[in-house]
């Protein structure tokens, strides 16, 4: 009966070791609210479409496996809710098992009725934690040099906001402002990048209301602001996405080569909206390989 007490007092350590709930920001220091007081509210399992605030959940490798590589992942949702399982600690997961140190963020969602201004709410949330997690880098056994960001659906969106916008939101002082929001690196699968013609309505509309005006959505269309500071990037989609259409990638592809911003696209067949940990094709499987060589190519320079 000892044994077991102890094997399980191991085990249950090792778990807690893996996954570590962090909070945002600094006590007091959270922009951009009215002061209200929300409950977190789960839709239904591993579906959030409500939180207080900014939370990060830390899934760090041994430290014996560890590299200095550390990524950000953005859930999606459409801006409407956030898939913190199935497009969060799933990715997490089969990022340790390379080597690389993985932090889940939990933002606050445009439609949440704390929000003074809905469409800076989430990259307010996504810079600080990049913020965060550069000024404990040692802490966390990474180098701040090598911080990238994962986003998925209306995730990626918001990946490529915090890719392409610079100007710090977050409204720290201090040392805080000693670091840069922007990522080193980006992981976009079945973006959101377009909010004009080829949008996905929900994203859109709940990021910028229903009755967005035309410079609004150019300002957030991703697209539009691509520039030779972009850091490098790679997209993977589905040619059969009837969410979110495929040309969202290729847009931001395009911008990518005329600003001469290096990375990748790969588009397969097959996959339609459910690119991830688990595909059924075994060729739009094969996007975890493409992604992991191209992570050790990053890492390597």
């Not at 399980?8 to 909070?23: A, E, M, P």
């Not at 409407?80 to 199935?86: I, K, M």
């Not at 973006?191 to 009755?211: C, M, Q, T």
């Amino acid at each position: 009966m000892k044994k077991f007490i102890i094997i399980f007092v191991i085990f249950f350590g090792v778990q807690c070791l893996g996954q570590q709930k962090i909070t945002v920001w600094p006590k007091g220091e959270m922009p951009n609210s009215k002061g209200l007081k929300l409950k977190t509210v789960e839709e239904k399992e591993g579906r959030i479409t409500q939180i207080q605030e900014a939370e990060l959940f830390a899934f760090l490798p041994a430290k014996e496996e560890r590299k200095p590589m550390a990524i950000i992942i953005i859930p999606g949702g459409g801006y409407h809710h956030l898939t913190y399982d199935l497009g969060g600690y799933s990715y997490a997961k089969w990022l340790n098992t390379l080597g690389i140190s993985a932090f889940v963020l939990n933002y606050r969602l445009p439609t949440s009725p704390d929000l003074k201004q809905r469409e800076i709410g989430p990259l307010q949330d996504i810079q600080a934690a990049i913020k965060l997690i550069r000024k404990n880098a040692t802490q966390y056994g990474i180098s701040p040099d090598q911080i990238g960001v994962l986003g998925t659906s209306a995730g990626g969106h918001l990946a490529a906001m915090v890719s392409n916008i610079s100007t710090d939101y977050t409204e720290l002082k201090g040392d805080w402002q000693n670091y840069s929001t922007v990522p080193n690196f980006a992981i976009l699968v079945s973006p959101v990048i377009d909010l004009g013609e080829f949008a996905h309505k929900g994203s859109r509309d709940n990021l910028l209301g229903e009755n967005a005006s035309i410079e609004k959505i150019k300002e957030y269309s991703m697209q539009n602001r691509v520039t030779e500071k972009t850091p490098p990037t790679i997209l993977f989609h589905a040619q059969n996405d009837n969410a979110v259409p495929v040309i969202n990638s290729i847009l931001y592809y395009e911008a990518m080569i005329k600003n001469k911003v290096k990375g990748a696209m790969f588009i397969f067949p097959e996959g339609e909206h459910n690119i991830g940990i688990t595909n059924k094709s075994e060729l739009t499987d094969n996007w975890k390989k493409l992604c992991a060589d191209w992570l050790k190519n990053m890492g390597n320079k």
